[in-house]
């Protein structure tokens, strides 16, 4: 059982550089979820999807886009990353709203 | 001033302590509480949820919250070395898809 699937788990680019973080999902839940964890901040919403085909923004979404072309997928982009967006990334999926959070064990992103 | 507030650590114990990890909030519209444990280098995983006031019990695991306070604790009875790992709250408010977490703590269980 896969659960929550992040590709790729490590990655370093250079400043304006862009890339795409994949996240796939095998348990049919509606919600999913990008956060970003940082040392001292704990972990930070980016966008959510409470669909396929919808996506809205959370706390921290500036430089971030992302796409719920299928139900199972998520995929977060950066379209020219900054070292600021040096982090830990974390896709979650959940059920239902108020229900369990299920995270992928993270990619890691260093830009330099 | 952060909506979650939780003390960093680390904190080191001995095998078979017990453990008190807490956290503070400011948004009283919060009305989901969990605690997730994240072991180092892989996601969170839950590990106690609570709605609204009140205890929970699971093993030796007890999460405590109290709303009038803000407030919420959990608490590790007879710690084990493989408890050692980096503890989140998190909380929510009804309808609203932001659940916000702590800065986590780090707990060290020594044989």
């Known amino acids: 059982n896969a659960g929550v699937t992040q590709t790729p788990k490590f990655r370093v680019l250079k400043t304006g550089q862009s890339m795409t973080l994949l996240c796939a999902q095998d348990m049919n839940h509606e919600y999913m979820y990008w956060y970003r964890q940082d040392p001292g901040m704990g972990l930070r919403l980016i966008h959510y999807?409470?669909?396929?085909?919808?996506?809205a923004k959370g706390e921290v979404p500036d430089g971030y886009n992302v796409s719920r072309l299928k139900k199972q997928n998520f995929l977060l982009g950066l379209e020219s990353a900054a070292p600021s967006q040096t982090s830990v990334y974390f896709c979650a999926s959940s059920y239902t709203t108020t229900g369990e959070l299920f995270f992928g064990e993270g990619s890691r992103l260093t830009v330099l | 001033q952060k909506e979650v507030e939780q003390d960093p650590g680390p904190l080191s114990v001995p095998e078979g302590a017990i453990v008190s990890l807490n956290c503070t909030y400011s948004n009283s519209a919060f009305q989901y509480f969990m605690w997730y444990r994240q072991y180092s280098r892989k996601g969170p995983e839950l590990l106690m949820y609570?709605?609204?006031?009140g205890n929970k019990e699971d093993g030796r695991f007890t999460a405590q919250v109290d709303k009038s306070s803000k407030y919420i604790s959990l608490f590790i009875r007879d710690s084990q070395p493989s408890d050692s790992a980096t503890y989140l709250c998190?909380?929510?408010?009804?309808?609203?898809?932001?659940?916000?977490f702590g800065a986590g703590t780090r707990l060290t269980v020594k044989p």
């Open positions: 609570t709605y609204s006031s």
């Open positions: 998190a909380m929510k408010r009804s309808n609203n898809n932001d659940m916000r």
């Open positions: 999807s409470v669909g396929e085909g919808t996506t």
